[in-house]
């Protein structure tokens, strides 16, 4: 069974920078992403990447974020810049082996517990 362990959430001012990193174990997986929720709001699409050199992005983070791999590790980062208020939420990890729709939620297998980004005007 694989696990997915996020880390490096925390509190930043508007205009700031985050990294969150995950790390996957016990198993392979060929596709790692991102996925945020808000409160009250539906979990959505941030990034993702495959070993394959493929790389997608939200809209609304292009520019912003840069999702990267650990050199050969099954370890990603989502390096986050320019912060704004509206990027506060849980940011969760997630995987899977199959390709597919990077941005959709429901084809990913694993899932991390998240780690909370919270970000002050």
């Known amino acids: 069974q694989v696990q997915l362990v996020e880390s490096g959430g925390g509190l930043v001012q508007a205009g700031g920078s985050l990294r969150l990193s995950c790390a996957a174990s016990?198993?392979?997986?060929?596709?790692m992403g991102w996925f945020r929720q808000a409160p009250g709001k539906e979990r959505e699409f941030v990034a993702a990447?495959?070993?394959?050199?493929?790389?997608y992005y939200a809209e609304s983070v292009k520019g912003r974020f840069t999702i990267a791999r650990y050199s050969d590790e099954m370890m990603v980062y989502l390096q986050m810049n320019n912060l704004k208020p509206e990027d506060t939420a849980v940011y969760y990890c997630?995987?899977?082996?199959?390709?597919?729709?990077?941005?959709?939620?429901?084809?990913?297998?694993?899932w991390g517990r998240g780690t909370q980004v919270t970000v002050s005007s």
């Open positions: 990447m495959n070993w394959f050199g493929g790389l």
């Open positions: 997630a995987g899977r082996q199959p390709s597919g729709m990077m941005s959709t939620a429901a084809l990913y297998t694993y």
């Open positions: 016990g198993g392979t997986v060929n596709v």
